[in-house]
T-cell receptor
Framework: EAQVTQNPRYLITVTGKKLTVTCSQN?????MSWYRQDPGLGLRQIYY???????DKGDVPEGYKVSRKEKRNFPLILESPSPNQTSLYFC?????????????FGEGSRLTVL | GENVEQHPSTLSVQEGDSAVIKCTYS??????FPWYKQELGKRPQLIID?????GEKKDQRIAVTLNKTAKHFSLHITETQPEDSAVYFC??????????????FGKGTHLIIQP
């Protein structure tokens, strides 16, 4: 089954405790991206990756890191989480090849930073 | 970068009536405009998209129109049903360079279908 898998789905942590949200896709997509969703603000892009070892900042990258060592995986790293990073996070992937196609989203990871 | 404005933020319609959600964008280079639907507690999913070489696209009860001159595009849902209740997001991007900048989303419209 084609899917984007995120873990953990729910996490409560404390300020400053490093955490990683994993994302994996099994569709051989080149493009992967992280979004955060906050009430009234919609979906805002954090980082994206066009292919292995190619990453770039989105609209709200502060406080986050990513890596793309393998095509299928695109983890989101919060080195020192703060309460303003409490949010619902979505990973997404897509084929590109010069033309955008459907973004496939993971189920979301709800993060609470105390 | 691109900026997408979406209106209204909440829309309540009677079942069977039509619903229209409007978006404007700022970057004249944008040429790809998808719409995503997010049901409560679920992930966003693509429902329809349009590219700048066409002015309108239909898929059963949903349609999207695009006015490139005015830089706005709209989602039309006819004969609304309870399962249409959801948050709808518009988005825009330029496909130059393979869409490297990714999609810029509007803030979403909460569509409520009243029985």
């Amino acid at each position: 089954e084609a899917q984007v898998t995120q873990n953990p789905r729910y996490l409560i942590t404390v300020t400053g405790k490093k955490l990683t949200v994993t994302c994996s896709q099994n569709m051989n997509h080149e493009y992967m991206s992280w979004y955060r969703q906050d009430p009234g603000l919609g979906l805002r892009q954090i980082y994206y990756s066009m292919n292995v070892e190619v990453t770039d900042k989105g609209d709200v990258p502060e406080g986050y890191k990513v890596s793309r060592k393998e095509k299928r995986n695109f983890p989101l790293i919060l080195e020192s989480p703060s309460p303003n990073q409490t949010s619902l996070y979505f990973c997404a992937s897509s084929f590109i090849g010069g033309i955008l196609r459907e973004l496939f989203f993971g189920e979301g990871s709800r993060l609470t930073v105390l | 970068g691109e900026n997408v404005e979406q209106h209204p933020s909440t829309l309540s319609v009677q079942e069977g009536d039509s619903a229209v959600i409007k978006c404007t964008y700022s970057d004249s280079a944008s040429n790809y405009f998808p719409w995503y639907k997010q049901e409560l507690g679920k992930r966003p999913q693509l429902i329809i998209d349009i590219r700048s070489n066409v002015g309108e696209k239909k898929d059963q009860r949903i349609a999207v129109t695009l006015n490139k001159t005015a830089k706005h595009f709209s989602l039309h849902i006819t004969e609304t049903q309870p399962e249409d209740s959801a948050v709808y997001f518009c988005a825009a991007t330029s496909e130059l360079g393979g869409g490297a900048d990714g999609l810029t989303f509007g803030k979403g419209t909460h569509l409520i279908i009243q029985p």
